[in-house]
């Protein structure tokens, strides 16, 4: 059974950083492109990194310079390192997998999703 379990989140004033972190069990997860998504209040969700099985990185232009998505293969986990936080930052952050190594893949299972607020 796929679990992604997202930890990091807090309250974070403007221009401040937080690392989310996502948990993975249940699959052979370095063999799986990884994602980081957001949704905030009465907005769609979007999509904010994304990483091969092979470390090639996307990301939203957003946050384009300021994060940084990364993977532990060893651990079992994904990372989302977010600097020179914005208010428009603000969302619940979501960890998904896809469905195989590439961009490409499809979206499999999601995280249950952590709270970054960005306000001062």
């Known amino acids: 059974q796929v679990q992604l379990r997202e930890s990091g989140g807090g309250l974070v004033q403007p221009g401040g950083s937080l690392r989310l972190s996502c948990a993975a069990s249940g699959f052979t997860f370095s063999s799986y492109a990884m994602s980081w998504y957001r949704q905030a209040p009465g907005k769609q969700r979007e999509l904010v990194a994304a990483?091969?099985?092979?470390?090639?990185?996307n990301y939203a232009d957003s946050v384009k310079g300021r994060f940084t998505i990364s993977r532990d293969n060893v651990k079992n986990t994904v990372y989302l390192q977010m600097n020179s936080l914005k208010p428009e930052d603000t969302a619940v952050y979501y960890c998904?997998?896809?469905?195989?190594?590439?961009?490409?893949?499809?979206?499999?299972?999601w995280g249950q999703g952590t709270q970054v607020t960005v306000s001062s």
């Open positions: 990483i091969t099985s092979g470390g090639m990185t």
């Open positions: 998904a997998s896809l469905r195989g190594g590439s961009f490409y893949s499809g979206l499999g299972s």
